[in-house]
C-alpha cells in the first residue's frame, strides 16, 4: 500500500465509536529476508514502513 486513504486517527475514532480500545498500534519492520529479495527497495522498506497494525479490545 503506497497511501492510508484516512489519517489514522480517522481509524482510531472508528474503532472506539465501535465499542474497541486500542491496546497497540505498531509499523513493523521488514523481515530480514526482505533485504535478499528486494535489494533495490530495502532501504525504502525499511525506513518508511508500509504496514500499520490495531491490536484492539472489545470493551
Not at 482510531?12 to 465509536?17: E, G, I, L
Not at 474497541?20 to 519492520?29: V, Y
Not at 533495490?40 to 508500509?50: I, N
Request: charged share 20%; aromatic share 12%.
Amino acid at each position: 500500500m503506497t497511501f492510508r486513504n484516512r489519517p489514522p486517527h480517522a481509524m482510531t475514532d472508528a474503532f472506539t465509536a465501535a465499542g474497541f480500545r486500542t491496546s497497540r498500534i505498531s509499523e513493523p519492520p521488514p523481515v530480514p529476508q526482505a533485504r535478499d529479495l528486494f535489494p533495490d527497495e530495502h532501504h525504502l522498506l525499511a525506513t518508511a514502513p508500509s504496514f500499520l497494525f490495531f491490536v484492539l479490545q472489545a470493551e
